[in-house]
């Protein structure tokens, strides 16, 4: 089992920016892709930024140059830096991490942070 511990979200005014983290409990061995999603209500979860194991990234077509993912060292920890944010950034932004070994994949959740732009 892996835990994973968001923090970063809040309020901001359009043009501003938001930094969040994402840490995992443990170090993963397995190749793995870890990132952001992001939902509103009665919608589903859409792909904001992810970053593998092996250190590529993949961005959603709509944050594509305002957004950056990074990760630390140690690589359990993400980031993703949010610049030039616009109202339809608001959502609940939920961390991923998707664990691939030779039996399978297995997915694990944060428990979402909030972020509002808003003048």
């Known amino acids: 089992q892996v835990q994973l511990v968001e923090s970063g979200g809040g309020v901001v005014q359009p043009g501003g920016s938001l930094r969040l983290s994402c840490a995992a409990s443990?170090?993963?061995?397995?190749?793995?892709?870890m990132g952001w999603y992001r939902q509103l209500p009665g919608e589903q979860r859409e792909l904001v930024a992810s970053?593998?194991?092996?250190?590529?990234?993949n961005y959603g077509d709509s944050v594509e140059g305002r957004f950056t993912i990074s990760r630390e060292n140690d690589k359990r920890t993400v980031h993703l830096q949010m610049s030039s944010l616009e109202t339809e950034d608001t959502a609940v932004y939920y961390c991923?991490?998707?664990?691939?070994?030779?039996?399978?994949?297995?997915?694990?959740w944060g428990q979402g942070t909030q972020v509002t732009v808003s003048s």
């Open positions: 443990r170090s993963i061995f397995s190749f793995y892709v």
């Open positions: 970053i593998t194991s092996e250190g590529r990234t």
């Open positions: 991923n991490l998707r664990i691939v070994t030779a039996r399978g994949q297995d997915d694990y």
